[in-house]
Structure formats: structure tokens, C-alpha cells
């Protein structure tokens, strides 16, 4: 996969393919102009609230990683760290967790689960799984419909929340460090290196919620696990020596690699990144994909672009069975 990058794209390619009478790509059943289409134009996949129903029960369980809230059920969960939805399919691989024999290893969706949440923080986050679920199965989509020999020349295009991924990322991160797990990074410990977890609590209890993060959609290939398969499940903590901290972290699911850089209003933007892109287009020999990426702010807009090679039977057939299921 090669990929390239554009900043700023004429206006002309801001053109939507949804009118205000068309039913709205968040699949809501509803009119586009309707729900997801924002007085300026541009179509924007709301969260909704991700806090518990008030009111707060004042109790802080020692297990939860958000108990900072002081709005804990007393029952703590079988929590999904990676969320469940991403990773429930035959054939699961993981790469990275502390436990495994070979660094590449088949497993279950029912191995990644710890009690790290309370239920009610656990249920109040669940929106954010269905929002990253539907954003990488909708990278997997683009992929295949650019990559698919056929006839038709039409874009598959759909829409998916910038902030909803971010938070995600959020919870994901804290998620795997409440743990306890560690693993190596190259010569560094995961450990060694911790996310700033209280800052993640505030953000995700705050009311808006509020993004420590920063998405990139990586172009470098060895970002993505494309060699693995699509079953393959993995994180990448990116570690800044010079600076002694973990500065970004890396997801790979459904073939796909997406990158998270932890805010620091020090450090400089990564000059070779395109930060919090609203376009990533995924171009195939013949046809091509839009999935638009929608931002609470209004900003000059950022375009992805990566160039994918013919899907290879083995992939397609992967992509049909991931149906079935």
C-alpha cells in the first residue's frame, strides 16, 4: 500500500453525495438534512453523552480506572480492552500482549477481557466501541470496494466521528495500562512509560467529554498489518526517548493501522502528519472510496490519500467470510 497526502483540497472536492432528502449515512433511518448536516455544510456524526445518568452515586470503586468521578457502580465488569466488536472473528491473532508464547499468536476475543471499569462507567463508554467499530469496518469496506475488480466505477462513501475514534483511543489506552499488562517497545518498557491517566479520566468523565489525543491515518505501510490479515489484532505505543514519554500509540485492526498522538501543548506537530484529517480517500486500480471524518470545530479541511493494490483472493475471501459472521 502506498498512500500520499494533500492539505487544504480545492473546494470543489468538499462536494457531499448526500442531499438534504437523502437518508442520512449514520444509518439513523432519518434525512441526512435532518441529522447528521451542519448549518455550515459539512456533515457532522454526533457522540451523544458518554457519562453515567445522573444522578452521581459519590462512590469511587478501587477497581475502576475513572473512579476519579466518584461516580462508580459498587460491581466491577469483565471489560473488553480492546473492544469487542473489533476483534470477535475466526481466526484472531494478536502481536505485543505480555502473555504470549510467539510473537504472533492466535487467540480469542475472550482472552482480552480484565475487570477494569465499574458497569456503570463501563455501559455509559459503550457508545464509543459502536463508533470505533463502525469507523474501522468502515476502512475495511473502502478497502475492499477500491481494491474489487469490477465493471461499475461508483464511490462507496460514508461518514464516521473524528472525536468519537479519539475518545476511543482514550479509553483503549487507559484500558490497557489499568490492566497492569506490560510488554516490550524495542528496548523499552510499556511500564516505564505511562499515559497520563488521570488526565484521560477527566477527560472522558468531563461534560463535553474532551480528547487528549490527535488522530493520524499513518501513511508509512509498516503502520498497518496488511501482512497479517484482517483478523489481526495489535498496539504500538510509541515511545519518545528525548523526551522520556509515551507520545502517541498505535492501533491495528481489520488490516489498518491509526495513530493517536497524545496531547502536549510543548511538543511540535509532527511535520510529515496530517492531523485530524475530515477526507481519507483509499484509491484501487479503478475506482475509489470517500470516507468523510467529522469534527465538533469548524477548520480548513485535510485530505488522506492511500493507494491500495488489487485485493488478492485470499483477502477477498477473508472480507466475504467477516460478512457471514
Not at 89 to 118: F, H, N, Y
Not at 249 to 258: A, H, N, T
Request: proline share 9%; charged share 25%.
Amino acid at each position: 500500500m502506498a498512500a500520499r497526502r494533500w492539505i487544504t483540497p480545492p473546494q470543489d472536492q468538499w462536494d457531499f453525495p448526500w442531499t438534504r432528502s437523502d437518508s442520512c449515512p449514520c444509518d439513523s433511518g432519518k434525512p441526512f438534512g435532518d441529522c447528521c448536516l451542519r448549518s455550515d455544510g459539512r456533515p457532522h456524526l454526533k457522540l451523544g453523552p458518554i457519562q453515567p445518568t445522573p444522578p452521581a452515586t459519590g462512590y469511587a470503586h478501587p477497581r475502576c480506572y475513572l473512579n476519579r468521578s466518584c461516580d462508580c457502580s459498587r460491581t466491577i465488569s469483565r471489560e473488553h480492552y480492546i473492544s469487542r466488536g473489533l476483534i470477535s472473528r475466526p481466526g484472531l491473532k494478536v502481536r505485543g500482549m505480555p502473555w504470549q508464547a510467539e510473537p504472533v499468536m492466535a487467540t480469542s476475543a475472550d482472552a482480552l477481557i480484565s475487570k477494569i471499569l465499574c458497569q456503570r462507567h463501563n455501559s455509559a463508554l459503550s457508545p464509543l466501541d459502536a463508533h470505533a467499530q463502525r469507523a474501522f469496518l468502515a476502512l475495511e469496506a473502502a478497502q475492499m470496494h477500491a481494491t474489487k475488480a469490477s465493471l461499475s466505477r461508483k464511490r462507496f462513501s460514508t461518514l464516521i466521528s473524528g472525536e468519537a475514534l479519539e475518545l476511543w483511543a482514550m479509553k483503549t489506552l487507559a484500558g490497557l495500562y489499568a490492566t497492569g499488562m506490560d510488554f516490550k517497545v524495542g528496548p523499552y518498557r510499556f511500564r516505564d512509560y505511562p499515559p497520563p491517566m488521570a488526565k484521560i479520566a477527566d477527560g472522558l468523565t468531563a461534560i463535553p467529554p474532551r480528547s487528549l489525543m490527535r488522530l493520524e491515518v499513518p501513511t508509512d505501510a509498516d503502520a498497518h498489518e496488511a501482512s497479517l490479515g484482517r483478523s489481526a489484532v495489535s498496539t504500538l505505543p510509541v515511545i519518545d526517548e528525548d523526551q522520556g514519554r509515551l507520545v502517541a500509540v498505535i492501533f491495528r485492526l481489520q488490516g489498518l493501522g491509526l495513530k493517536f498522538h497524545l496531547e502536549d501543548k510543548g511538543a511540535p506537530t509532527p511535520s510529515d502528519a496530517v492531523l485530524r484529517p475530515h477526507m481519507i480517500d483509499v484509491v484501487g486500480p479503478d475506482r475509489s472510496s470517500r470516507i468523510y471524518v467529522s469534527w465538533g470545530e469548524a477548520r480548513p479541511g485535510q485530505i488522506v490519500f492511500l493507494k491500495l493494490k488489487p485485493a488478492t483472493p485470499r483477502q477477498k475471501d477473508a472480507w466475504r467470510a467477516s460478512q457471514k459472521g
